[in-house]
């Protein structure tokens, strides 16, 4: 079910220097999700959304509060969107408050970071374009290369094939845009065939970087969701996870070092950086191009 709320605000300032992602504020303009992913952390209970996997609500009025917001920020820092919900979910298709709050940063000159597992992002490589003239980056997140498995982990996002085409596009189109390598599931895709496939698949779709992550997080109704849903999917996996990770937070994956050798490895070749490249403000070659 689709509702409307209101929000107080729609901008959060990052507390701490992100070097994962680059970010000084996160932006959500939807509470909920619609791709339904069974790993997702923000089922947590320390995020409050209760109604995750039964509603999407709609900040109505974030798109007010950023244009009254945006000028009075003293510091010019990258807005990262998709931390919390997709920005692409199905519901942005006919309610567009990605394209519109898109349109308000490009009128006020902030650099974007958008996190996504969906190629409804190619439709907004317009404003993704002016934006660059300051920074914009585009980060599709992909866990399988294979479709059947993302299917089953990922139910209503769309294909992997799919993200890596609008990531070739984005990339023709002089976007930054990699990918999210995570989570990497311990027992189920943390394995060197599915690593270098979809190594493979991110250099021929013009991937600038990759940011891995060689485990999962889980946490209460979150984890207590993640071992139902992949108990279904892989019959005894719910208590393998449980023998080898009790109650941790950080379940990593046995094979951590032999994966991150293979991706240093093939990424060293095909000339993928491990990190991405950050907005600079002294970058004066892209603040001319305004």
């Given at each position: 079910?689709?509702?409307?709320?209101?929000?107080?605000?729609?901008?959060?300032?990052?507390?701490?220097?992100?070097?994962w992602f680059?970010?000084?504020?996160?932006?959500?303009?939807?509470?909920?999700?619609?791709?339904?992913?069974?790993?997702?952390?923000?089922?947590?209970?320390?995020?409050?959304?209760?109604?995750?996997?039964?509603?999407?609500?709609?900040?109505?009025?974030?798109?007010?509060?950023?244009k009254?917001?945006?000028?009075?920020?003293?510091?010019?820092?990258?807005?990262?969107t998709?931390?919390?919900?997709?920005?692409?979910?199905?519901?942005e298709?006919?309610?567009?408050?990605?394209?519109?709050?898109?349109?308000?940063?490009?009128?006020?000159?902030?650099?974007?970071h958008?996190?996504?597992?969906?190629?409804?992002?190619?439709?907004d490589?317009?404003?993704?374009?002016?934006?660059?003239?300051?920074?914009?980056?585009?980060?599709?997140?992909?866990?399988?290369?294979?479709e059947?498995?993302?299917?089953?982990?990922?139910?209503?996002?769309?294909?992997?094939?799919a993200?890596?085409k609008?990531?070739?596009?984005?990339?023709?189109?002089?976007i930054?845009?990699?990918?999210?390598?995570?989570?990497?599931?311990?027992?189920?895709?943390?394995?060197?065939?599915?690593?270098?496939?979809?190594?493979?698949?991110?250099?021929e779709?013009?991937?600038?970087?990759?940011?891995?992550?060689?485990?999962?997080?889980?946490?209460?109704?979150?984890?207590?969701?993640?071992l139902?849903?992949?108990?279904?999917?892989?019959?005894g996996?719910?208590r393998?996870?449980?023998?080898?990770f009790?109650?941790?937070?950080?379940?990593p994956?046995s094979?951590?070092?032999?994966?991150?050798?293979?991706?240093?490895?093939?990424?060293?070749?095909?000339?993928?950086?491990?990190?991405?490249?950050?907005?600079?403000?002294?970058?004066?070659?892209?603040?001319?191009?305004?």
């Amino acid at each position: 079910m689709i509702r409307e709320i209101q929000t107080r605000t729609v901008l959060n300032r990052v507390g701490v220097p992100d070097s994962w992602f680059g970010l000084h504020y996160s932006m959500n303009l939807y509470r909920g999700c619609g791709h339904r992913c069974v790993y997702c952390d923000s089922r947590s209970e320390c995020y409050g959304i209760d109604c995750f996997d039964r509603d999407v609500l709609v900040k109505t009025n974030a798109v007010d509060l950023l244009k009254n917001s945006l000028p009075r920020l003293r510091i010019k820092g990258t807005i990262g969107t998709g931390s919390m919900n997709d920005p692409y979910q199905p519901v942005e298709k006919r309610i567009g408050l990605t394209r519109r709050a898109l349109e308000v940063i490009a009128e006020n000159h902030f650099p974007v970071h958008v996190i996504t597992k969906s190629d409804l992002v190619v439709r907004d490589m317009d404003l993704l374009e002016r934006i660059g003239r300051v920074y914009s980056a585009v980060t599709f997140t992909v866990t399988t290369a294979d479709e059947t498995l993302a299917g089953k982990l990922e139910p209503f996002a769309p294909s992997v094939t799919a993200r890596f085409k609008a990531m070739r596009q984005l990339s023709e189109r002089g976007i930054h845009t990699g990918i999210t390598l995570m989570p990497i599931l311990p027992f189920i895709t943390d394995n060197p065939a599915n690593i270098l496939t979809i190594l493979d698949m991110a250099a021929e779709s013009g991937a600038e970087y990759i940011i891995p992550f060689f485990g999962v997080t889980l946490r209460d109704r979150q984890r207590e969701h993640f071992l139902r849903e992949i108990e279904k999917v892989f019959p005894g996996m719910n208590r393998k996870y449980r023998e080898h990770f009790g109650n941790m937070y950080h379940c990593p994956v046995s094979k951590a070092g032999l994966l991150e050798g293979i991706l240093r490895e093939v990424c060293g070749k095909r000339s993928i950086l491990l990190e991405m490249p950050f907005y600079d403000p002294f970058d004066t070659g892209q603040l001319n191009l305004f």
